[in-house]
């Protein structure tokens, strides 16, 4: 049997046995009554996870990178000014899209884990007033922090702008509310939160949205949102293409489970993990990355490495030896930080193996004495629920 590493990165994340079995079937044709069925059922259970009754929903043979470029390639045209706040590595490819695509991107909050403040988020759009939209990373997973979905919308809806929200590390693990903030557009991927293969992009898309599509001048054919519009609305729904059957039908089993967990009950179980996690690895002695911050995602986190403790050699130790797979950091921070994706199929137990093996490989190695601090505190949190 293969020894595969237990994930705990910010994705992929771990795939349950049932959602591998919903794979493990015969093939059908994805112009079925039988497909259709299976395609409607997913796309009916991951609306909540979105948050929306009213806004379209496709499903793309994408990653969530694919998502957010049809996002881009539909919402504006030719010479568009957009604003793109670019506090991580993810920001930034959002960005590099927008500006790839023609657009001319105007980047704000630029510092890495820098916080959204409502009064200098107005304070940048007035800058920019021809700008027709803001971009941003709901979590940009280079710096663990969670852009504030609430803040953003409502003071770019003052201005008019549509507003584009990268969801891919967040949908399905922190509560994203499109209608209630009256957002655009909702960008996500199958393999993080969600817990299923990685291939599949999920885009929601507004009526404003769509109206802005049929205008776009901007080169597209399999990003159309006007093909996938037209071919979920047939009366047995598709998409445009050869859609991958076997990972509709592994989302289609994730999207069950999570249900049946309560779709309450994993944000709170993604909360409260988060939060035990980081208490325990302060109580360990270790910092948390950026050292300030008032938002800190529910879905991953980023902590500093001990003094003369570098990245590549401590993921390499801890995969060696207890086979778990971490991520280091990115970008400026590649070496000096590691980062812990605790989303999807990620529970108790897997939160308190890692605070144990942590405890024990930095005690190990000389770079921290905490004496079993560490796991204790993480006891002690969950205990307080």
Not at 210 to 220: G, I, R, T
Not at 223 to 239: E, I, L, V, Y
Not at 309 to 316: G, I, L, V, W
Request: with cysteine.
């Amino acid at each position: 049997m293969i020894n595969t590493p237990k994930l705990m990165t910010p994705g992929p994340t771990s795939v349950p046995m049932r959602v591998y079995m919903a794979q493990a079937v015969p093939m059908i044709h994805h112009r079925s009554s039988e497909f259709s069925d299976i395609l409607s059922e997913l796309v009916s259970n991951i609306r909540p996870l979105i948050g929306t009754n009213i806004s379209d929903v496709f499903i793309t043979s994408s990653s969530g990178r694919g998502a957010m470029e049809a996002s881009i390639a539909n919402v504006f045209s030719k010479g568009d000014e957009v604003l793109a706040i670019t506090n991580g590595q993810f920001g930034e490819m959002f960005a590099e899209i927008a500006y790839n695509y023609g657009l001319e991107v105007h980047r704000i909050f630029k510092g890495w884990g820098e916080e959204i403040e409502k009064d200098r988020l107005a304070s940048e759009i007035k800058k920019y007033p021809k700008s027709k939209g803001i971009i941003f990373s709901h979590c940009d997973t280079s710096t663990a922090i969670e852009n504030p979905i609430d803040i953003i919308s409502t003071v770019s809806k003052e201005y008019g702008l549509v507003v584009l929200v990268d969801a891919v590390s967040t949908l399905g693990g922190i509560p994203i509310e499109m209608d209630k903030y009256d957002l655009d557009i909702v960008a996500g991927a199958s393999q993080k939160c969600l817990m299923a293969p990685a291939g599949l992009g999920v885009i929601a898309v507004s009526k404003r949205a769509l109206e802005m599509a049929e205008k776009s001048d901007l080169p597209k054919y399999y990003w159309d949102f006007g093909k996938m519009k037209k071919f979920m609305n047939k009366s047995a729904s598709q998409t445009p293409n050869s859609t991958p059957v076997s990972l509709v039908r592994a989302l289609g089993e994730a999207l069950k489970m999570i249900h049946e967990e309560g779709v309450t009950n994993v944000y709170n179980r993604h909360r409260n993990l988060a939060e035990s996690i980081r208490v325990a690895l302060i109580k360990m002695g270790l910092e948390l990355y950026p050292r300030e911050s008032e938002r800190r995602s529910a879905t991953v986190s980023a902590v500093y490495l001990p003094k003369n403790c570098d990245a590549e050699t401590f993921c390499k130790g801890i995969e060696q030896r207890y086979n778990i797979y971490l991520a280091g950091g990115i970008g400026k921070h590649a070496q000096d930080t590691f980062r812990i994706g605790h989303m999807g199929n990620f529970f108790k137990e897997d939160a308190g193996s890692l605070i144990s093996v942590l405890e024990e490989w930095f005690n190990e190695n000389g770079y921290i004495k905490s004496n079993g601090l560490g796991i204790k505190t993480f006891e002690q949190m969950l205990s307080k629920d």
